[in-house]
Structure formats: C-alpha cells, structure tokens
C-alpha cells in the first residue's frame, strides 16, 4: 500500500484544502443565478453558463438569469463565457439535493496579442491543417468531424521558436458525426511545437446531443460512444479510483528509461563529425560511417519490468472521494480487450496491427487527484505517450456525464 507519508504532506493538504473550499450545493440539484458586468453591474444576455465537459448548460436571459437542472453529486467546474470578456471558471462541489444560487461578474477582456516577434502567419490553410491534426486528431472518428466556424480561428507563428498558437475568441463550434455531439469548444490555449515536437491545448467544452430519430444512427452512436471510452484514459482512471484496473482489462508495469551507456555522449560525436568533414572524408569511409552509426544510437534504454502492479501501489484512498495517483519512472499499460485501430499502425508505419494497445503514463507533479468518475483534478499532471497519445484527442472526447454501458 502506498502511504500518504511517503508523499510531500503540504502539497496533499493545500489539494485537499482547496475542495474543502468549493462552493459546496446540495445529487440532482439546480444551479440557478445571474451574470452581470462587473463594472457595470448590468445584466449580460445571451452568456453561455455551463458544467465544463458534460451536457449541462444553458443560455441567459434578458435579465441575465440561468437555470440547469437535474445534476447530480459530484465535482465540477461552472464554467460562463461570453465575446469580449474573459471566461469565468469556478469549482463547485454538488453533494445532495438542493439549490446553488450563484451571481457570476464577468471582467471585460483586452486581447493581447504575442511578443512583436510573432506576426500572423499567411498560410491560413496549412496552418489550419496542423491545427485540426493536432488538436480533433487523426482518428477515424476525426475524419467525421468538422469545425463548423473555422474563420474563428487566428494562428501566430514565432519563427525563431518555430512554434505555431491558435486564438479563437468565441466558441468553435464542432459537429463530431461519429460520437453524435455538437461542442462548443472554448479555446484557451494551443500551442505546437515544430522544432521539440510537442503540442498543448486546454480549453473548456460544452456537450450537445445531435437530434435524430434515425434508430440506426442512434444505435451506432451508442457504439462508438463505447468504443472510445472503453480503454481510454478516463476508463483506466476510473478503474484506479475503484481500485479494480485489472478486472477491468488493464495491464500495469513499470517502466524505466536510462541513458544509454552503449552510446557516446552528443558533443563527442559531434566535435568527431565535424573533425572528418574538415578533413574531407568521404561519407562512406568507415570512420564516417562508424560516427554515424554512434548518433542513431537510441538515447534512452527501456526496462520493462515483467511484475504486474495492483492497484493499491499506485494509488491511495484520501478522506474524501479523490484517490491520489503517485508513482515512479513511467506506467506502461496494456489494455487487453481491445486490439489497436489499424489506422494508428498505418500511422506508425507498423507492419501489422498488435492485439493490445499500448500506452505509457508520467506525472509531472508529485501525484495526480482522481474523482470516481475517472477525471483528474488538474489534466496537466500527466503526459500519456503511445497510444493514448493518439487517442486522447478531442474527435474521441465524451462528456464527464456519459454512462458507459455495463455490458461491453
């Protein structure tokens, strides 16, 4: 069992610490309140007042009054967004049933543009690209999705960083066909990187069922739905919060990089490489050659250890209903039920398709806070890598209040 005192005891407190403080509202409750200008103290219309990442929300009226109803207990995030000024987001904590009356003041925003250096790049087109690549993914399930205000959209490259940001100050609008929602994306922040090769984005999402009365496209949506849930990220955090990964199809093993001591240093193959190019050796010479071979070399070694971790060595209960995600080095997870899409081993330039999808999980904070519906306190704690890396993309997101069926 992983204890708390292993931990850094003032950063559990202060997380802990920080639920205690929620507006805390009585399980199928309604929230009900007003938006109001903060510095007129006028009424807003039209704000859009919603739970971050579910299907509960709804629009204010002339007097800048909201209402939704039916929630029920759990943790979430309210969110209000409205052109022009800066979103408002607020944790709050539904535990019984009863009424939240909020008054939310929504702060006017100047839009700042980036450092002088960056300037709004021309190739619209190719940047847009990259953006829908990186950000709904390149999933089957992405080629059914469709921006539907693409114009929203604003990129800024920085040349000498070589990094692409996309701004959007409303919300875009995305009809996912295959999952059979309409979101409303409010974009936060995005940001890919071409010279580390790494790429960010967070922003907050309103869910909508897309209305059909055909029995066919309803029933394939309900499969798809479960397809993309079941060996997702949410699904395995889910089952560490109920301690049962194992039953649920996950393998769990540690996984160690270390630098590898069968390859020589970056600036002693370097300083070689460039002694020969000065002295004009052909690139096929065996000296060339051997100092070429030296930089493939792989950085990193691997150790996959071959124990199966249980649950309760990565993960511990709290006084409340989180589970604290803490562990060393990296997670590699298997997820047996399911083999990995062909288009994923297509992408990799695999030869064949393997039977389990493979994924690797790190922390980039002391531990991670899980709720009992599989979400993280704060996304940003961990990286996934592999498969998820690939998945976890906004043409395969489901809203937190989604039920996976009991039967797969």
Request: glycine share 4%; hydrophobic share 35%.
């Amino acid at each position: 069992m992983l204890l708390i005192s292993k931990m850094n005891k003032k950063h559990i407190l202060c997380s802990l610490l920080l639920y205690s403080l929620l507006i805390v509202a009585n399980a199928q409750s309604t929230i009900q309140g007003y938006v109001v200008d903060s510095t007129q103290k006028e009424a807003i219309v039209g704000v859009q007042v919603f739970l971050n990442n579910t299907q509960k929300g709804n629009l204010t009226d002339a007097n800048g009054y909201f209402e939704i109803e039916n929630v029920s207990e759990g943790n979430y995030e309210i969110v209000a967004s409205f052109i022009g000024y800066k979103t408002y987001i607020q944790p709050i904590k539904i535990t019984k049933n009863a009424n939240l009356n909020l008054r939310i003041s929504l702060s006017p925003q100047t839009i700042e543009l980036k450092e002088v250096t960056i300037t709004e790049d021309k190739h619209w087109e190719d940047n847009y690209l990259f953006f829908c690549q990186a950000f709904l993914g390149t999933t089957p399930n992405a080629l059914q999705c469709e921006i539907k205000n693409p114009k929203a959209l604003k990129f800024f490259f920085d040349a000498p960083k070589r990094e692409l940001t996309a701004y959007a100050k409303d919300f875009l609008i995305i009809e996912n066909k295959a999952l059979g929602y309409q979101i409303k994306y409010k974009l936060e922040d995005f940001a890919l990187n071409f010279e580390l090769g790494y790429q960010t984005y967070w922003g907050n999402a309103f869910f909508q069922e897309i209305e059909t009365k055909n029995k066919k496209k309803q029933k394939q949506w309900a499969q798809n739905r479960a397809q993309a849930y079941y060996g997702s990220l949410t699904h395995f955090l889910k089952a560490v919060h109920h301690q049962n990964y194992r039953e649920e199809g996950f393998w769990v093993r540690k996984l160690q990089r270390i630098p590898n001591r069968n390859r020589l240093s970056d600036d002693i193959i370097q300083k070689n490489l460039q002694n020969l190019m000065q002295q004009k050796y052909s690139l096929s010479s065996d000296t060339m050659q051997y100092w070429q071979n030296e930089l493939k070399k792989p950085r990193i070694t691997e150790i996959l250890h071959s124990e199966l971790l249980p649950p309760d060595s990565i993960s511990t209960p709290t006084d409340s209903s989180m589970v604290l995600l803490q562990f060393n080095d990296y997670l590699h997870i298997i997820y047996q039920h399911e083999p990995e899409d062909p288009t994923y081993s297509y992408q990799r330039k695999q030869k064949q398709t393997a039977e389990n999808q493979s994924s690797v999980l790190r922390l980039v904070a002391p531990y991670a806070i899980i709720d009992k519906k599989g979400i993280l306190l704060n996304p940003l704690t961990v990286v996934s890598e592999e498969y998820w890396a690939w998945q976890e993309k906004v043409a395969e997101m489901l809203p937190y209040d989604y039920q996976p069926p009991e039967n797969k």
